[in-house]
């Protein structure tokens, strides 16, 4: 018995080991990417290809690359390539050469549009957004980050296409055109964009919430301590400590229309 006890006690003690050691590493990592002082991009493999430079790129795709010198891509470049500044777009669709020899064709060349890897490269903290318990399904290959970002446009955090004054839920808009469309009695958080409560890439709460609680509402809708009720909250001249101990504020029978209501002005349905 002392014998598997020890045992036991033995792999629990390797296994937290090994648990530090991972943590270290990744520390180190994460350091060493924001304090080294040269570029450590690298870019897709594309086997027997080699790097051709931007001006090739411009000969055929002429509408993107008019836009892409004002994009934040176009500052991206990596060690060792034989066009030094000329890099851009071959740091996201790997080296040109056997997608020009080709005539162009699909075969040859990486599509961040279709695969997020070459995203995720450089977007390590977005991937690890997507990998929890609630988040957009990109890594599930049901989108892709070209749905919601323009990457060769000036503004990367609007969709390609767009007018330059798009309104701020434009992106969300694309697919979420019930939670977006006017309403008699709106929700003013929408004016300042759908990310004031919800966080595109993923949360720990259910529908890419920012907090899982009442307290995501409580950020905005100031709440005071009402006279000879101790202990009590009040929000718009309205006693809310019973209504907030049964729950969040749009699953206790209230505000159930969060996104607007064409019959309530307290956004109920």
């Given at each position: 018995?002392?014998?598997?006890?020890?045992?036991?006690?033995?792999?629990?003690?390797?296994?937290?080991?090994?648990?530090?050691?991972?943590?270290?590493?990744?520390?180190?990592?994460?350091?060493?990417?924001?304090?080294?002082?040269?570029?450590?991009?690298?870019?897709?493999?594309?086997?027997?290809?080699?790097?051709?430079?931007?001006?090739?790129?411009?000969?055929?795709?002429?509408?993107?690359?008019?836009?892409?010198?004002?994009?934040?891509?176009?500052?991206?470049?990596?060690?060792?390539?034989?066009?030094?500044?000329?890099?851009?777009?071959?740091?996201?669709?790997?080296?040109?050469?056997?997608?020009?020899?080709?005539?162009?064709?699909?075969?040859?060349?990486?599509?961040?549009?279709?695969?997020?890897?070459?995203?995720?490269?450089?977007?390590?903290?977005?991937?690890?957004?997507?990998?929890?318990?609630?988040?957009?399904?990109?890594?599930?290959?049901?989108?892709?980050?070209?749905?919601?970002?323009?990457?060769?446009?000036?503004?990367?955090?609007?969709?390609?296409?767009?007018?330059?004054?798009?309104?701020?839920?434009?992106?969300?808009?694309?697919?979420?055109?019930?939670?977006?469309?006017?309403?008699?009695?709106?929700?003013?958080?929408?004016?300042?964009?759908?990310?004031?409560?919800?966080?595109?890439?993923?949360?720990?709460?259910?529908?890419?919430?920012?907090?899982?609680?009442?307290?995501?509402?409580?950020?905005?809708?100031?709440?005071?301590p009402g006279p000879g009720a101790a202990g009590d909250i009040y929000i718009g001249k309205v006693a809310h400590g019973a209504y907030l101990r049964q729950g969040t504020c749009w699953s206790a029978g209230c505000h159930s229309a969060v996104h607007g209501s064409n019959l309530n002005p307290r956004?109920?349905?």
């Amino acid at each position: 018995m002392r014998r598997q006890l020890g045992s036991a006690a033995g792999a629990r003690f390797a296994q937290t080991l090994l648990a530090a050691a991972a943590g270290v590493a990744v520390v180190s990592f994460l350091v060493s990417c924001a304090s080294v002082d040269r570029v450590v991009v690298r870019p897709p493999d594309i086997p027997g290809a080699s790097f051709v430079g931007n001006a090739a790129c411009a000969d055929c795709h002429s509408n993107l690359v008019q836009q892409f010198p004002l994009s934040p891509h176009a500052r991206v470049h990596f060690e060792g390539a034989s066009l030094a500044g000329q890099t851009s777009c071959e740091a996201c669709h790997g080296p040109g050469s056997l997608h020009m020899a080709s005539g162009g064709g699909r075969q040859n060349i990486i599509n961040p549009g279709k695969d997020p890897v070459a995203c995720l490269a450089c977007h390590k903290d977005i991937e690890m957004e997507f990998r929890l318990s609630s988040h957009h399904p990109v890594l599930e290959g049901k989108m892709n980050c070209v749905q919601c970002h323009d990457p060769h446009g000036r503004d990367i955090m609007k969709t390609a296409g767009g007018l330059a004054m798009a309104r701020v839920n434009q992106q969300c808009a694309a697919c979420h055109q019930e939670q977006s469309k006017p309403h008699v009695f709106e929700h003013e958080a929408l004016r300042e964009g759908c990310t004031v409560c919800h966080r595109p890439h993923g949360t720990v709460g259910a529908k890419l919430l920012l907090e899982r609680d009442a307290n995501l509402c409580l950020k905005c809708h100031a709440q005071t301590p009402g006279p000879g009720a101790a202990g009590d909250i009040y929000i718009g001249k309205v006693a809310h400590g019973a209504y907030l101990r049964q729950g969040t504020c749009w699953s206790a029978g209230c505000h159930s229309a969060v996104h607007g209501s064409n019959l309530n002005p307290r956004l109920r349905y």
